[in-house]
């Protein structure tokens, strides 16, 4: 053998392969009854049985389908997981990891965190007897002195949201275990193709599939990724006898997506870059969030465990709420809307829009803030149309 045989991968064996050749392919082999290259959608409920409990697999859609099975395989291969579950949106996948718990088992929630992700262990579990604390998951020594003895579970999100806040996984991970308490990472900003937390400790990775995984702002789906099998069992058990479970639709849209996870990541993170450098340099911003920069507080964390830095950017304004408020009313590409991790580029204000409902908590956002999803256009027209925004204040 030459030196280029003995340097090619053996793709015969499909645990070897690529992210992004399992993004276009695990779970999704050519369909065995047709050839179909494409996972067909599968829309039945049911499925037929040879003799009672004998069947290929599926016996009835809520409990397991053919399309949510290959979006499943592959995702989890993604993520590094043994086990995949999807969900029909984002929060429900939360609300099935929540599941795993028991009446006052703490959770410490990072101290930015999506709203909707406060609003349901704040609002739904909180009275139903599951304490919770948010807490600066940021500071590790400060975190360990005064770690709550009730804590059974730590939810993290890197880079957080809106804040792009980098939380080291590792070391979080290393604390809650010597407490007995899981980690669960929401993955959603970073998407496996940036960052693989189970790699780095973590037990439970949630994602909003409605987000990068889709990537095209059609389509809300959740996603749960974990290595335990007792706790898959329990989360399998949860997933089929609560329901929450994503149409065959639904999955077929976010499979399609994921196949150009990895093309789409590296356009939004060089694309958040050209923005960066201009809202650096621009006299109408005050303090630039992204974790490329190396006065960021998340830099460390981020440059040690992501490949690069993703395509969420957010920044304050000099002129406080009011600037804030023109310049995101002000572009013409990137479009006003709550949402994030789609091809086209987003701004919104999160203290008025995805942020509100954390006013007067410890989750609250500064007023002056404005947060940018940036998308896979052209990055020049990017800068042109933010710069025309900035510039009127
Ligand atoms: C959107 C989002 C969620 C919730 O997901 P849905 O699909 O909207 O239910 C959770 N976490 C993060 C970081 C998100 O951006």
């Given at each position: 053998?030459?030196?280029?045989?003995?340097?090619?991968?053996?793709?015969?064996?499909?645990?070897?392969?690529?992210?992004?050749?399992?993004?276009?392919?695990?779970?999704?082999?050519?369909?065995?009854?047709?050839?179909?290259?494409?996972?067909?959608?599968?829309?039945?409920?049911?499925?037929?049985?040879?003799?009672?409990?004998?069947?290929?697999?599926?016996?009835?859609?809520?409990?397991?389908?053919?399309?949510?099975?290959?979006?499943?395989?592959?995702?989890?291969?993604?993520?590094?997981?043994?086990?995949?579950?999807?969900?029909?949106?984002?929060?429900?996948?939360?609300?099935?990891?929540?599941?795993?718990?028991?009446?006052?088992?703490?959770?410490?929630?990072?101290?930015?965190?999506y709203g909707g992700?406060f609003r349901?262990?704040?609002?739904?579990?909180?009275?139903?007897?599951?304490?919770?604390?948010?807490?600066?998951?940021?500071?590790?020594?400060?975190?360990?002195?005064?770690?709550?003895?009730?804590?059974?579970?730590?939810?993290?999100?890197?880079?957080?949201n809106p804040l792009?806040?980098?939380?080291?996984?590792?070391?979080?991970?290393?604390?809650?275990?010597?407490?007995?308490?899981?980690?669960?990472?929401?993955?959603?900003?970073?998407?496996?193709?940036?960052?693989?937390?189970?790699?780095?400790?973590?037990?439970?990775?949630?994602?909003?599939?409605?987000k990068?995984?889709?990537?095209?702002s059609?389509?809300?789906?959740?996603?749960?990724?974990?290595?335990?099998?007792?706790?898959?069992?329990?989360?399998?058990?949860?997933?089929?006898?609560?329901?929450?479970?994503?149409?065959?639709?639904?999955?077929?849209?976010?499979?399609?997506?994921?196949?150009?996870?990895?093309?789409?990541?590296?356009?939004?993170?060089?694309?958040?870059?050209?923005?960066?450098?201009?809202?650096?340099?621009?006299?109408?911003?005050?303090?630039?969030?992204?974790?490329?920069?190396?006065?960021?507080?998340?830099?460390?964390?981020?440059?040690?465990?992501?490949?690069?830095?993703?395509?969420m950017?957010s920044f304050t304004c000099?002129?406080?709420e009011?600037?804030a408020l023109e310049v995101v009313k002000?572009t013409?590409?990137f479009t006003l809307a709550e949402s994030l991790g789609?091809?086209?580029s987003l701004i919104e204000h999160p203290g008025l829009m995805t942020h509100a409902s954390a006013a007067?908590?410890?989750l609250q956002v500064p007023a002056s803030l404005v947060r940018l999803s940036?998308?896979?256009?052209?990055?020049?027209?990017?800068?042109?149309?933010?710069?025309?925004?900035?510039?009127?204040?």
């Amino acid at each position: 053998m030459g030196e280029m045989d003995d340097e090619m991968n053996d793709v015969s064996d499909r645990t070897c392969w690529g992210f992004e050749t399992r993004a276009v392919h695990t779970g999704q082999e050519p369909d065995a009854a047709s050839g179909a290259v494409v996972t067909p959608i599968t829309l039945s409920t049911t499925f037929a049985q040879e003799g009672v409990g004998i069947h290929k697999g599926f016996e009835y859609s809520r409990s397991g389908n053919p399309t949510r099975a290959a979006l499943e395989a592959c995702l989890a291969s993604l993520e590094n997981a043994a086990f995949g579950f999807a969900f029909a949106s984002g929060l429900a996948a939360e609300d099935n990891i929540i599941r795993l718990l028991q009446q006052g088992d703490r959770i410490l929630l990072g101290n930015d965190a999506y709203g909707g992700t406060f609003r349901l262990i704040s609002k739904v579990w909180s009275p139903l007897g599951f304490p919770w604390s948010a807490v600066d998951l940021t500071d590790i020594d400060a975190l360990a002195t005064k770690w709550p003895a009730d804590t059974r579970m730590v939810w993290l999100e890197t880079p957080t949201n809106p804040l792009l806040t980098c939380v080291d996984i590792e070391a979080i991970a290393t604390l809650a275990h010597s407490h007995g308490a899981l980690v669960v990472v929401d993955n959603t900003f970073a998407t496996p193709y940036l960052q693989q937390p189970l790699t780095l400790g973590a037990d439970i990775v949630v994602h909003s599939a409605t987000k990068y995984l889709g990537g095209h702002s059609d389509v809300v789906g959740g996603f749960v990724a974990l290595n335990d099998p007792t706790l898959a069992d329990r989360i399998r058990f949860t997933q089929n006898a609560a329901g929450a479970i994503p149409a065959p639709f639904d999955c077929y849209l976010v499979l399609r997506g994921v196949k150009t996870l990895a093309v789409r990541m590296d356009r939004h993170c060089s694309n958040a870059r050209a923005i960066v450098d201009l809202l650096v340099g621009h006299p109408a911003v005050d303090r630039v969030l992204y974790p490329q920069l190396p006065d960021h507080p998340g830099h460390a964390a981020a440059s040690r465990q992501m490949r690069d830095f993703g395509g969420m950017v957010s920044f304050t304004c000099r002129g406080g709420e009011a600037a804030a408020l023109e310049v995101v009313k002000h572009t013409t590409i990137f479009t006003l809307a709550e949402s994030l991790g789609a091809v086209e580029s987003l701004i919104e204000h999160p203290g008025l829009m995805t942020h509100a409902s954390a006013a007067g908590s410890p989750l609250q956002v500064p007023a002056s803030l404005v947060r940018l999803s940036v998308g896979i256009e052209s990055s020049a027209d990017l800068v042109a149309d933010l710069a025309q925004a900035l510039d009127r204040v």
